[in-house]
C-alpha cells in the first residue's frame, strides 16, 4: 500500500465528512477510497472511523498516522467550530492512553499534536464554553465502555500530573449589573421554558439561574440586558448543544 500523506489524508477526510454529513454512505466511502487513493479496506475504514468517533469524542482504537491527526483536527476546526474541535482533542487524547496501554510505548507524535492543539483551542474558546464541552465529555466517557475507560486511566497513571500550559487567553469582564438586572428580570422563573428554577444558591437561598448571551460574547455579542437571558440548567445547556 502507498504510504498515507498529505493528499490521501486530505481525501479521507473529505470521504468521512460526507459521510458524517450524510451525504454519502460509509460502504461507499470506503470503496472510493480504495480506488481512487489506493488504501487498502481496513485503512480506509480506519481513516473513516476515526474521524466518527472524534466528532463523538469517543476513543478510535486503530491508528491514524500524527499527520492525519493533526490535518483532522485542523479540518474539524475549520469545518465544526470549536465544541466539536473540543470533542476530537477529546477522542485523540483517549486514543493516545488506549493505544499506550495497549502497545506498552510511547505515542510521542500524538502527544505532540494534541498540546499543539490543546494551545490552539485555548487561545480561542472562551471559558463557559470550555467548561461545559468539558462537561459534555465526562457525560461520553460515562457512555462508553467501563473496561475502555478504566484502562486509559491506568496509562494515564504513568505521569498523573495533568499537562499544564500557558497560554494567552481572551476573557470577558462581564458587567454584573447586566447580570444583576438580567436576573431581577425573570425573577426565579427560566426565561426560556417558563418553569421555576429547579434549585436555590445555597450560599443565600436565592433562585439558582444562570445568565447566558443569546450572541455569544465570543462571537461579538454585547454584553447587555437585551442580548441576554436568565434560564434553568436546563435550558442553558440546550442553548449551547440544541
Ligand atoms: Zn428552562
Ligand atoms: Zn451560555
Known amino acids: 500500500m502507498p504510504r498515507i500523506g498529505n493528499d490521501e489524508i486530505s481525501l479521507a477526510y473529505q470521504a468521512a465528512k460526507s459521510v458524517y454529513d450524510g451525504c454519502t454512505e460509509k460502504n461507499r466511502a470506503i ?3 480504495i480506488e481512487n487513493v489506493g488504501m487498502n479496506h481496513a485503512s480506509a475504514t480506519f481513516y473513516l472511523n ?4 472524534m ?6 482504537e486503530k491508528t491514524i498516522n500524527g499527520l492525519a491527526a493533526n490535518y483532522y483536527l485542523e479540518n474539524i476546526r475549520r469545518d465544526y467550530g470549536n465544541e466539536k474541535y473540543q470533542s476530537a482533542l477529546s477522542s485523540l487524547y483517549k486514543h493516545i492512553c488506549y493505544y499506550e496501554y495497549k502497545s506498552g510505548s510511547n505515542c510521542k507524535t500524538l502527544r ?14 472562551d471559558y463557559e464554553s470550555f467548561s461545559r464541552n468539558l462537561e459534555c465529555s465526562v457525560k461520553t466517557s460515562l457512555e462508553e465502555s467501563k473496561n475502555d475507560r478504566i484502562n486509559r486511566i491506568s496509562k494515564a497513571k504513568d505521569s498523573p500530573k495533568p499537562s499544564e500550559y500557558r497560554v494567552e487567553v481572551t476573557v470577558y469582564d462581564r458587567n454584573p449589573d447586566v447580570i444583576a438586572e438580567v436576573l431581577a428580570r425573570a425573577n426565579g422563573i427560566c426565561e426560556k421554558c417558563n418553569k421555576g428554577a429547579p434549585f436555590t444558591r445555597k450560599s443565600d437561598g436565592s433562585p439558582y439561574l444562570e445568565v447566558h448571551h443569546l450572541i455569544h460574547l465570543a462571537n461579538g455579542g454585547d454584553d447587555t440586558v437585551e442580548n441576554a437571558v436568565a434560564v434553568c440548567p436546563n435550558c442553558h445547556r440546550e442553548y449551547h448543544y440544541g
Open 55 to 60: 466528532m463523538e469524542g469517543k476513543q478510535y
Open 112 to 125: 505532540e499534536v494534541h498540546k499543539k492543539h490543546f494551545i490552539i483551542l485555548m487561545q480561542d474558546i
Open 50 to 53: 476515526a474521524f466518527q468517533k
Open 31 to 33: 470503496a472510493s477510497l
